[in-house]
Nanobody, 122 residues
Framework: QVHLVESGGGLAQPGGSLRLSCAASGSILSINAMAWYRQALGKQRELVARITSNGTSDYADSVKGRFTISRDNFKNTMYLQMNSLKPADTAVYFC????????????????WGQGTQVTVSS
């Protein structure tokens, strides 16, 4: 079994910053790509940023230059540093990871966290 737990969400003022974390635990052999998604109320879930196992990253146009994704492969943890926050960034943020387990058929599978609320408001 694998668990992804997000933390670091909360309330921020416009122009402020928050740092999200996503910790993966369980019978993990390796983690391939990891990603942050977000879903605002009444909207579809959208990709925010993605990072490969070797650190290559890409971002949605709406967050380029403001958000930075990173990961610590030793800790099986991914981060999202969010700066210059805007009200439009308000959403539930989810982490997703493509993981190979230590048991079973060693086939990569996508796992999701439960989400953490980010609210940007004055």
């Amino acid at each position: 079994q694998v668990h992804l737990v997000e933390s670091g969400g909360g309330l921020a003022q416009p122009g402020g910053s928050l740092r999200l974390s996503c910790a993966a635990s369980g019978s993990i052999l390796s983690i391939n790509a990891m990603a942050w998604y977000r879903q605002a109320l009444g909207k579809q879930r959208e990709l925010v940023a993605r990072i490969t196992s070797n650190g290559t990253s890409d971002y949605a146009d709406s967050v380029k230059g403001r958000f930075t994704i990173s990961r610590d492969n030793f800790k099986n943890t991914m981060y999202l540093q969010m700066n210059s926050l805007k009200p439009a960034d308000t959403a539930v943020y989810f982490c997703e990871a493509n993981i190979v387990l230590r048991i079973g058929l060693f086939v990569p599978k996508d796992y999701w966290g439960q989400g953490t609320q980010v609210t940007v408001s004055s």
